[in-house]
């Protein structure tokens, strides 16, 4: 029984596979009626499973964290790859535009693609919304802020560019896929249901 706000919503889950093969990609995701009110950051975090409340637990740094790996490279203590700096931008907004600029190196073949990926992803409604009600608080700087963010990850990151490029997306989605797999196997077998989302799960408290 998965509520929120008490209502009972209705979803299942779709893993996709790309290519015709089955090392390449293998995402969840969720399909159904409802699958767009789970997965909205707002909505769910007042989701209940069998009338318990939730929290989301995910892994820092996902995809970063495994390219680093497979190059034998540990991260120091409490290192953040996402932590860069630009004057006058909103440090939180700055770390979720510096993870979907991960991202987009990962899925493009240069810093220029990446860079034209992250400025078109700064277009759609919802990054609109955000930017606007920077700019209100001050904390917006203008200018080349998305060059800056892409300079910087690499600065921060040298070893994105070992591994960035869009042949390279797909086989480290398949690695997401098989832990994630690894993950729902055991926290179904000890009895809990559990919400998958990408690199991260909604479980009971």
């Not at 069998?50 to 892994?59: A, I």
């Not at 920077?134 to 203008?142: D, H, I, N, T, Y």
Request: with cysteine; hydrophobic share 40%; net charge negative.
């Amino acid at each position: 029984n998965i509520c929120i706000d008490e209502e009972r919503i209705d979803f299942q889950l779709k893993k996709i596979y790309n290519e015709g093969s089955f090392n390449l990609g293998g995402r969840n995701y969720m399909v159904g009626q409802d699958a767009q009110q789970a997965m909205s950051r707002d909505k769910r975090l007042k989701i209940t499973i069998n009338g318990e409340p939730c929290v989301e637990l995910d892994f820092k740094a996902f995809f970063p964290s495994m390219m680093a790996d497979i190059q034998g490279i540990t991260f120091p203590e409490k290192f953040d790859p996402y932590q860069i700096q630009v004057e006058g931008c909103d440090p939180e907004m700055l770390r979720d535009l510096a993870k979907l600029g991960c991202l987009m190196l990962l899925n493009t073949d240069n810093m220029k693609a990446a860079q034209c990926a992250l400025a078109s992803a700064l277009s759609e409604e919802e990054w609109i919304d955000r930017v606007k009600q920077a700019r209100k608080q001050g904390l917006w700087p203008e200018g080349r802020i998305v060059h800056e963010i892409i300079e910087k990850l690499i600065e921060r990151n040298g070893y994105l560019m070992h591994e960035c490029q869009s042949s390279n997306a797909l086989k480290y989605m398949n690695y997401e896929s098989e832990i994630n797999d690894i993950v729902l196997e055991r926290v179904l077998m000890d009895g809990y249901i559990v919400i998958p989302l990408h690199d991260s799960f909604i479980v009971p408290v």
